[in-house]
Nanobody
Framework: QVQLVESGGGLVQAGGSLRLSCTAPGSIRNILLMGWYRRAPGKERELVAVTTRDGSANYADSVKGRFTISSDNAKNTVYLQMNSLKPEDTAVYYC?????????WGQGTQVTVSS
């Protein structure tokens, strides 16, 4: 099991910003997808944003225009810049990295947005 290291969660007021990061070991090669998911209390896990190795990105409708996913391929790191946060963004956020024979998840980082 490949261990991913997440950081950047926390407590923020509505309208504020947070930046999440997730790093995979340097031994992982040919990463195909890097993404962020979240699970709010009482809800199913949902896709937030995903980016491919060619730099294309897709977002959940609920975060379009507010969140930006980016990656540093040299560092095997994916970021999620979250702006204009809303209370409904409160959730545990998980990163996911997929490569050949690899489908790994981060441990999760809590994001709490107060109203």
């Amino acid at each position: 099991q490949v261990q991913l290291v997440e950081s950047g969660g926390g407590l923020v007021q509505a309208g504020g910003s947070l930046r999440l990061s997730c790093t995979a070991p340097g031994s992982i090669r040919n990463i195909l997808l890097m993404g962020w998911y979240r699970r709010a209390p009482g809800k199913e896990r949902e896709l937030v944003a995903v980016t491919t190795r060619d730099g294309s990105a897709n977002y959940a409708d609920s975060v379009k225009g507010r969140f930006t996913i980016s990656s540093d391929n040299a560092k095997n790191t994916v970021y999620l810049q979250m702006n204009s946060l809303k209370p409904e963004d409160t959730a545990v956020y998980y990163c996911n990295i997929r490569a050949l024979f690899v489908d790994s998840w981060g441990q999760g980082t809590q994001v709490t947005v107060s109203s």
